[in-house]
């Protein structure tokens, strides 16, 4: 934007030095004109007025060299637009490749939680009421993972070791005994990685 707005205020720069270069000519030009006319017969001001087209002539050069130094900055202030844009387009067009990535992303994550959601609707209907209570209420307080694996020991929703005798309640525990994890009440899922 600022660099847009340079250019823009450059380009007004040069048509107003533009047009005074025309004005100095013009007015030479009628000068020179009256002078060559033999309009003007006084010495005296047939003086003044060679004067004046010397002086208009100074005058046109170095308005000529005001155009030509604005004309360099408004060159320069095309190619910092021509440059910025361009990495503005660069720019825009990885957004709007991420923006792409993003939302198809998101198709596949809408598709897999419709499925999983699918999927744990069936289980859930094989699942004991009483059980499905407990584990709703786990998985609300503990960031959404209610049950836990039981894997050598450990319990991997906490990631803390069962101390002995903890364990041993555990192996004693029928096989349809729910147990839980004394560190962070979780239900533990035993399986033949457990350790038992």
């Known amino acids: ?17 533009e047009q005074d270069v025309d004005q100095v000519r013009q ?8 002078l060559d006319s033999g309009a003007v ?3 005296k001001d047939l003086e ?15 308005l000529e060299d005001v155009v030509l130094e604005v004309m360099e900055r408004l060159e320069s202030a095309q190619e910092r637009v021509a440059e910025l844009t361009g990495r503005v387009s660069s720019v825009q067009s ?8 993003r939302d198809a992303a998101f198709e596949t994550l809408d598709g897999e939680i419709a499925s999983v959601t699918k999927e ?7 699942v004991p009421a009483d059980l499905l209570k407990l584990y709703e209420k786990l998985r609300e307080q503990q960031g959404g993972v209610g049950a ?10 906490c990631r803390q070791e069962l101390s002995i005798t903890d364990f041993n309640e555990v192996r004693a525990a029928a ?15 035993r399986t033949s990685d457990s350790g038992l």
Do not use: F, H
């Open 1 to 17: 934007m600022a660099a847009q707005t340079e250019e823009s205020d450059t380009a007004r720069e040069q048509t107003k030095a």
């Open 27 to 34: 007015r030479a030009a009628r000068d020179q004109q009256r």
């Open 41 to 43: 017969t006084s010495p």
């Open 48 to 62: 003044n007025l060679q004067r004046e087209i010397t002086s208009l002539a100074k005058r046109q050069g170095d």
């Open 94 to 101: 990885k957004i709007e490749d991420a923006t792409a990535r």
């Open 120 to 126: 744990r609707e069936v289980i859930a209907a094989s």
């Open 148 to 157: 836990a694996k039981l894997y050598q020991r450990t319990c991997q929703g």
């Open 175 to 189: 096989p349809d005994t729910v147990v839980r994890c004394e560190n962070c009440r979780r239900i533990l899922v």
